[in-house]
């Protein structure tokens, strides 16, 4: 083996290396892309969820449906939501939770509907942040679960 083709072999070992790691670095890029897609769509169910509990509280005197299960809550929407996907998280699988304290509570009684969850995933996504919606049909992406709370 020549001098030249030792010398070249550093290089071509740095060529691959740099190859590579580009290749991962838009592989994570793609990856973080298409979970924030997934954030988006999550929050979006959450929001038409609870839409569909505001639609069913205006058809049953104000009260807002059963909220003990994923099940329960689920059985009472199915006339409003219809989608079964809508009720759990698309990037997990894992159903939203309804606001037990909630369940079958006059929407009247809910002082500040803009600061109280109605729906939220309990499993975070990669970015370790979880879809919310609030009873005034908010949603948002938090950091950290909100209390189960009604005021």
């Known amino acids: 083996m020549t001098a030249i ?6 290089i071509l070992a740095l060529a691959v290396a ?10 994570n890029t793609v990856i973080r892309a ?3 897609g997934l ?5 979006s169910d959450a929001k038409q969820l609870v839409v ?3 639609l069913y509280a205006q058809d049953n005197d104000g009260t807002l449906p059963p909220c ?4 329960e809550f689920q059985a009472a929407l199915l006339t409003y939501a ?5 009720y759990n998280c698309c990037a997990t699988g894992v159903p939203f939770q309804a606001n037990p304290r909630l369940s079958r509570l006059k929407m009247s009684k809910v002082q500040t509907p803009e600061l109280v969850w109605l729906v939220r995933e309990t499993v975070p996504h990669d970015d370790q942040t ?19 709370s009604v005021e």
């Open 68 to 71: 003990s299960s994923a099940t």
């Open 52 to 54: 569909a509990a505001q």
């Open 34 to 36: 298409l979970d924030g």
């Open 82 to 86: 219809k989608n079964p996907r809508q």
């Open 5 to 10: 083709h030792r010398a070249r072999r550093p």
């Open 130 to 148: 979880y879809a919310v919606a609030f009873a005034d049909g908010n949603a948002k992406r938090l950091k950290a679960l909100p209390r189960h």
């Open 39 to 43: 954030g988006v769509s999550c929050m």
């Open 18 to 27: 740099l190859v590579l790691f580009a290749g991962v670095q838009f592989r």
